[in-house]
């Protein structure tokens, strides 16, 4: 089966300016959840959705959004962009039995960075 | 919220000395996840464990659950280049979805 699969790879962007990144999931995952890693904070939680609903939620301004098609692709949006959201957007996919406790299958990652 | 303490931040070692990083949570976690990340890289799973006490070997790597299940660790014995990376703990955390470790950098010297 293919992995995880996110685009793009590298985005420059600058303040004020908004993103849209993707991620495909592993075939037949429904869940696709969304981090954010940097070097300060770590790896922190963003949103996860299942059947095109979000099933929970990380403590992100409302400048972060996020929305799951049919076929389980994702996108997340950063609106009005910081210098603080220049990080590595991860993006990962389960099963979806039922459970966040699921094993996280991670996509390479989108590398963002407003200047 | 919940949180996932890893120590330590930072580890050095000679090649083929031993390895451990350990992990503690505030909360009793119903299970727990460890993940590697190399250099560049983004993580991927490695274990799973659900039971007090439980104990899991994947050859050179030991992992461990507490009784109380609010700790665990990970151990590699004699390690080798390629475990270069840092390791994550992670813990469900209900509404904030998994709750990650900061992670403990492996860097090995030849």
């Known amino acids: 089966k293919a992995g995880v699969t996110q685009t793009p790879r590298y985005l420059i962007k600058t303040r004020g300016q908004q993103v849209t990144l993707s991620c495909s999931p592993i075939?037949?995952?429904?869940?696709v959840s969304w981090y954010q890693q940097t070097p300060g904070q770590g790896l922190q939680f963003l949103f996860e959705?299942?059947?095109?609903?979000?099933?929970n939620k990380g403590n992100f301004p409302g400048r972060f959004s996020g929305r799951q098609f049919s076929n389980s692709r994702s996108e997340m949006n950063v609106s009005t962009l910081e210098l603080g959201d220049s990080a590595l957007y991860l993006c990962?996919?389960?099963?979806?039995?039922?459970?966040?406790?699921?094993?996280?299958?991670f996509g390479p990652g989108t590398r963002l960075l407003v200047l | 919220g919940q949180q996932v303490m890893q120590i330590p931040q930072y580890q050095h070692v000679q090649e083929g000395e031993d390895f451990t990083t350990y992990c503690n949570s505030s909360?009793?976690?119903?299970?727990i996840q460890w993940y590697k990340q190399r250099p560049g890289g983004h993580p991927v799973f490695l274990i799973q464990?659900?039971?007090?006490?439980e104990v899991k070997k994947q050859k050179r790597l030991t992992f461990q659950f507490g009784e109380a299940k609010k700790n665990s660790s990970l151990h590699i014995t004699a390690t080798q280049t390629t475990d270069v990376g840092t390791y994550f703990c992670?813990?469900?955390?209900?509404?904030?979805?998994?709750?990650f470790g900061k992670g403990t950098h492996l860097i090995i010297q030849p």
């Open positions: 959705y299942f059947s095109e609903t979000q099933r």
């Open positions: 992670a813990g469900p955390g209900g509404a904030d979805g998994l709750t």
């Open positions: 464990l659900v039971k007090s006490g």
């Open positions: 075939s037949g995952h429904r869940s």
């Open positions: 909360t009793t976690l119903s299970n």
């Open positions: 990962a996919s389960s099963p979806g039995t039922g459970t966040i406790q699921e094993t996280q299958y």
